[in-house]
């Protein structure tokens, strides 16, 4: 049973009521809280109908969504959705790191799959509040942080193939340790040459469920070779290397960045975006163009892939040991973290949680 107090905060387009729980969560021990396990105490709301557009935006109690059988997203998969972050720094202030990308790329991803539209300032504002209420669960440990999983999902009443005509945004919000059990320590990428993710024209550059769902049978085949994620090719010649399923992906090639191109295949990572300016900055040629595995794994046995790395919000900056493609391994950097994926990971955190400089205006104080 819930204690219900109801007060409002004025954003410029936006209204937001709030509904405090009275009885709150024990907080999970920080060191221990693995990525994606626990839940905060409160959740934001706003629902979207045809006649009436966005209305009654609300945060309240964490809990169950009330759902009809023929709700659409549930037969024919109209959702989305994002993820970020929220940083305790040494200062003790929360600060998030380029919230407006995120809510850009949902604003894409809605209108790919022809769903209500989440205005900007909505989203952000949505976001900064949501954290501001549960500020005492951003938690304080190294290396930890408050993710951010804003999502949007179809729900009307209708077994029928068509847009449908109501939709409802949600923000849930999990205090998280690294993404990787092994933190740092370079992973082992499997290269998938049966299955593929996406094609140009379809919706591999927007975040939906689906494209997650198409890639577990190759994360299978992967885990039982020993690997820990999938590189995919694209999907027409099955010849140029794209992403991973939770990472964009950059090679260092003779003292080149090589990484996939967002032509509509791939998904326009912040990070990865946050990377190749910083890599620009320093003075690295960044090659936004297609790479042949095959090239890839020349370049490998030729003792020029110096350096292979994923880039997320999840890991942020994730170091690939091996490749593994059609019975061949090549090895990278001795299976050892390279010297600039190191560089791009200690830079990002630090203007993350705020310990460095940030040159680019990315990461803001909120509370």
């Not at 020029?304 to 170091?319: D, M, N, Q, R, W």
Request: glycine share 8%.
């Amino acid at each position: 049973m819930f204690f219900n107090i109801f007060f409002w905060i004025w954003g410029e387009k936006m209204e937001i009521r709030i509904e405090r729980a009275a009885k709150l969560k024990e907080k999970p021990d920080q060191k221990a809280l693995g990525f994606g396990k626990y839940f905060t105490d409160h959740m934001f709301l706003y629902d979207w109908d045809q006649d009436i557009g966005w209305h009654d935006a609300r945060i309240v109690p964490y809990a169950p969504i009330p759902m009809d059988p023929a709700c659409m997203v549930l037969h024919y998969a109209q959702e989305t959705f994002e993820g970020l972050k929220a940083y305790r720094d040494t200062e003790n202030h929360i600060r998030l790191f380029r919230p407006e990308m995120n809510a850009k790329r949902m604003w894409n991803s809605n209108d790919r799959l022809c769903m209500a539209q989440v205005p900007i300032d909505d989203f952000v504002q949505a976001v900064e509040e949501l954290v501001k209420v549960e500020k005492d669960w951003v938690p304080s440990e190294p290396n930890t942080s408050l993710y951010i999983r804003p999502f949007i999902f179809a729900t009307e009443s209708c077994v029928g193939v068509h847009p449908a005509k109501s939709y409802e945004f949600i923000i849930v919000l999990s205090p998280v340790g690294a993404y990787y059990e092994t933190g740092l320590a370079p992973v082992k990428i499997y290269v998938e040459d049966e299955y593929v993710r996406a094609v140009r024209g379809g919706t591999g550059f927007t975040k939906c469920g689906g494209n997650y769902a198409g890639s577990l049978a190759a994360q299978r085949k992967a885990e039982a070779l020993g690997y820990h994620q999938v590189l995919w090719l694209d999907g027409v010649n099955r010849k140029y290397v794209e992403e991973v399923g939770a990472m964009n992906m950059m090679f260092k090639i003779d003292g080149e960045i090589w990484t996939a191109p967002c032509e509509g295949s791939v998904l326009p990572g912040i990070t990865r975006d946050s990377c190749i300016r910083l890599l620009k900055k320093w003075g690295y040629t960044v090659r936004e163009e297609n790479l042949a595995i095959d090239d890839l794994m020349a370049a490998s046995a030729a003792g020029k892939l110096e350096e292979a790395f994923g880039t997320g919000t999840a890991a942020v900056i994730s170091p690939v040991g091996e490749l593994y493609y059609k019975g061949q391994k090549a090895v990278v950097n001795n299976g050892e973290i390279g010297g600039l994926t190191q560089k791009l990971y200690d830079t990002l955190t630090g203007i993350q949680w705020g310990r460095l400089e940030d040159p680019f205006g990315w990461s803001r104080v909120i509370a």
